[in-house]
């Protein structure tokens, strides 16, 4: 009897793993950037929105940011969950959710369910992200794991680059651009699915599941000094990124007084595209060097996006935009290679979980407020102010840095 289930089982396992790896990498590349093609739509559709269905500007700001409350609250408790369980489970699950996400944004009659959808995209992408990654690696050959490695970081900034892009010319080219953009990312992630559940599971169950998914958030003393000095830049680039994302497409509009669906996707493109390209470009570079030139460069870009508002010039602020996304690109990868180094094998998820609430609390809060500011103050003494405080943030982190060479030095 004992060898008739073996005899089963095998063909079974055999059917399940039918996809070559080649396809199964390609595929699982593809199901990633979907995530973030998703979330990146989102940045000029809400303008779209806002001209249809007339709510305040706190109402849109909210609608960008609570994508980050979903990421965060899935990422801190689910983002271990696929070392245990397996990765395959983790990442149909977060599919699956994502499709609930992109249906509700394809029928949504008001901004509520904006919102709702927002959230519900935030807790796909945070299930998801960690276990993509690990599986975009794991999938690739022995020799060519670096390959996994950039696929991951194109798939995120690249998928929010191009998906600003696409919901921009869908804009501007016809007048049924949600349907049509949401309709697309349906059969993307049902795809998605399928060839995650047909691809080869590249981690083993093990206990733990539950000890797991308690949120970990802790950096060792050893880290300490060089988390301080690297939290203000990472917490102003994730800020300007908010601002991208979140900000400049609506202050077409508003602020330029240009109506163009286009160039509220170029708005939102521009700096998750810099930031992709230099994030690879910066990989080999020294992270101390990374990271001053990343605050920089990041400071040039507050100045620049400043000085276009000020001086009404949408080209100038896309340049600011495209100087900051240098700043995100040099200056988040350099903190991660200076700080996790500094961790042991078994703090790091306490480590990830510390840089994830900087960033994503961050890229959320700071906008909510700034939504709240335009009322009193108005858009431009509102994204003044928002964008000055980064201005303040980087400094901090310059000054840390400072500190770190002249010990380093001495």
Known sequence: MSSIPGT??????????TLPAGLALTGAALAFTSLYLAAGVLTPLLVLYRQQWNF???????????????????????????????????????????????????????????IAGRIVQGVASGAATAAFTAALVELTPPNRKRLGTVLGSVG???????????????????????SIV?????????????????????????AGAL???????????????????????????????????????????????????LLNGVAGFIAPAVSAIVGLTFARVDPRRAMIIGIYASLAGAIGIIGGVFAGSLAVMIIGQAVAGVGFGASFTAALRLIFPLAAAHQRAGVVGGIYV???????????????????????????????????????????????RGRTRG
């Open 8 to 17: 089963i089982e095998a063909p079974s396992t055999r059917r399940r793993r």
């Open 56 to 114: 305040a500007p706190s109402l849109l700001t909210l609608a960008f940011a609570v994508y980050a409350i979903g990421f965060l609250a899935a990422v801190l408790t689910l983002g271990s969950l696929s070392d245990h369980v397996g990765r395959r489970p983790v990442l149909i699950g977060a599919l699956v959710i994502q499709l609930a996400s992109n249906a509700l944004f394809l029928v949504a009659p008001d901004v509520s369910w904006v």
């Open 156 to 178: 995120l900034t690249g998928g929010l680059s191009a998906g600003s892009l696409l919901a921009g010319l869908a804009i501007q080219l016809t007048p049924r651009a949600n």
């Open 182 to 206: 949401f309709a697309v990312l349906i059969v993307l992630t049902i795809l998605g699915a399928v060839v995650i559940a047909l691809s080869p599971e590249t981690m083993p169950r093990t």
């Open 211 to 261: 000890r797991s998914m308690v949120p970990r958030v802790a950096i060792p003393p050893a880290a300490r000094a060089e988390f301080a000095a690297a939290a203000p830049v990472v917490a102003a680039v994730w800020m300007l990124a908010g601002l991208s994302g979140g900000l400049a497409p609506s202050m077409v509009r508003s602020v330029f007084h240009l109506d163009s669906g």
């Open 358 to 404: 900087v960033s994503y609390l961050a890229f959320g809060l700071p906008i909510v407020i700034e939504g709240q500011l335009v009322g009193p103050l108005g858009e431009v003494p509102a994204v003044v102010c928002y964008t000055a405080l980064t201005v303040l943030l980087t400094l901090i982190s310059l000054a840390g840095q400072t500190r770190i």
